[in-house]
């Protein structure tokens, strides 16, 4: 079966738990305010191997940057809505995998911010990486092809904006922070795609094409008066004329090490390869979130 994404499909399972919290979060007290959190697997939070790590999914950046954020806040409650596989186009259309009451993870979103108006303090999204990468990474070779990058991004782009357009309308100035994505290839530069040997060419190769992805997200949410959680730089991910040592390995770029120190992407089977956050990584997110809310 084609390997999913970085932020893939997850058990049925996860999908359930994402779509039981607002339920869960409506039977709450009249006083409380919301934390509304939206996106693919990492906004649901993630980790390989679901089936014997389920207490991780608390371990997510939604969660992190909740409890962090909290005390700050009166009675604030958190609605994670995060679903794994979710892209641009299913979070607006829905998809079966990701099974919500109102029929896609947008209209249930909608469906919370109408029924909740003046007590929404915050939403988070990220959205996007599955776009590119189920129609532009070669999962055999590790490739992220520049072309196809080039030809999917203006869509992604278009689905971004009527994604950020159909919240505002349904919370009118409520704040809104997007995020940019940490590198999910550096990996590559200590374990190569499919079990080759390490590959530090490609993870140079594939990094600057996701440069241009990062780019394109974040100019898509300053043109609608959005912030952006500047994750890519909390990661370190361009910085690679900086080296430490790396365990086994020698020395590595910064990059490379904050990713194989953050995510499971350095990890060999049967835990790894995979390029979600861990627990870590996750608390990185959550302060790149907090750090824009607190701007």
Request: hydrophobic fraction near 45%; aromatic fraction near 10%.
């Amino acid at each position: 079966m084609k390997r999913r994404t970085i932020f893939s499909v997850l058990s049925v399972a996860l999908a359930l738990l994402a779509s039981m919290a607002l339920p869960a979060t409506a039977r709450a007290q009249s006083s409380d305010t919301y934390y509304v959190s939206l996106g693919d697997s990492l906004a649901a939070g993630y980790q390989p191997p679901y089936h014997r790590n389920s207490n991780s999914l608390r371990q997510g950046y939604a969660d992190q940057l909740f409890r962090d954020v909290r005390a700050d806040f009166d009675h604030l409650r958190l609605v994670k809505l995060g679903c794994g596989g979710e892209t641009t186009r299913t979070l607006i259309k829905g998809a079966r995998y990701c099974p919500f009451d109102s029929g896609s993870q947008l209209q249930e979103a909608v469906d919370f911010l109408g029924s909740h108006q003046g007590t929404i303090q915050f939403v988070t999204l990220d959205i996007g990486a599955n776009d590119i990468l189920d129609a532009c990474w070669h999962y055999r070779s590790g490739v992220l092809n520049a072309e196809c990058v080039d030809a999917v991004l203006p869509v992604v782009q278009a689905n971004l904006e009527t994604i950020l357009s159909t919240l505002k309308s349904a919370a009118p100035g409520v704040p809104i922070y997007g995020m940019n994505y940490y590198d999910p290839f550096l990996g590559y530069w200590v374990l190569g795609p499919n079990g080759k040997p390490s590959d530090p060419q490609l993870a140079i190769a594939d990094a600057k094409v996701w440069e241009v992805v990062n780019d394109a997200f974040a100019s898509t949410y300053h043109a609608n008066a959005v912030a952006v959680a500047n994750v890519a730089g909390a990661f370190q991910s361009s910085v690679f004329d900086q080296f430490v040592p790396w365990k086994h390995v020698g020395t590595v770029p910064v990059s490379v090490a904050n990713d194989c120190a953050w995510t499971w992407n350095c990890t060999t089977p049967p835990l790894g390869w995979d390029i979600h956050a861990n627990s870590a990584g996750y608390g990185v997110i959550a302060r790149a979130f907090a750090d824009a809310i607190n701007a």
